[in-house]
């Protein structure tokens, strides 16, 4: 068993910058294809970013190319998703998610293995 557990979120005005956390316990995290989606009020879950078991493989959203940077830290069992320049449109609910052996330009399509409880991002115009 996997658990997520995310972290980081809050208020942040237009323009600003915010780092998402995610920690990970239970089974061999560096065995996990991992990944962000986010959900705002009204619309359908959306994929993020995913970063491979090394972290030498990144794959994002067209949307937060060149403002959002996922990375992980094997050795704390955490990953993160910097958020940087951030918009009005930014604004979600954004889950962490981990998947066995999952290709990370693949990892829109899956159903991953365990989410987290998600946090709150809120961006004011």
């Known amino acids: 068993q996997v658990q997520l557990v995310e972290s980081g979120g809050g208020l942040v005005q237009a323009g600003g910058s915010l780092r998402l956390s995610c920690a990970v316990s239970?089974?061999?995290?560096?065995?996990?294809?991992t990944g962000w989606f986010r959900q705002a009020p009204g619309k359908e879950r959306e994929f993020i970013a995913a970063?491979?078991?090394?972290?030498?493989?990144?794959y994002y959203v067209d949307s937060v190319k060149g403002r959002f940077t996922i990375s992980r830290d094997n050795a704390k069992n955490t990953v993160y998703l910097q958020m940087n320049s951030v918009k009005p449109e930014d604004t979600a609910v954004y889950y962490c998610?981990?998947?066995?052996?999952?290709?990370?330009?693949?990892?829109?399509?899956?159903?991953?293995?365990?989410w987290g409880q998600g946090t709150q991002v809120t961006v004011s115009s």
């Open positions: 970063i491979n078991w090394n972290g030498g493989s990144t």
């Open positions: 239970g089974r061999t995290f560096s065995s996990y294809t």
């Open positions: 998610a981990a998947k066995w052996g999952s290709a990370v330009r693949a990892f829109r399509l899956v159903d991953p293995d365990y």
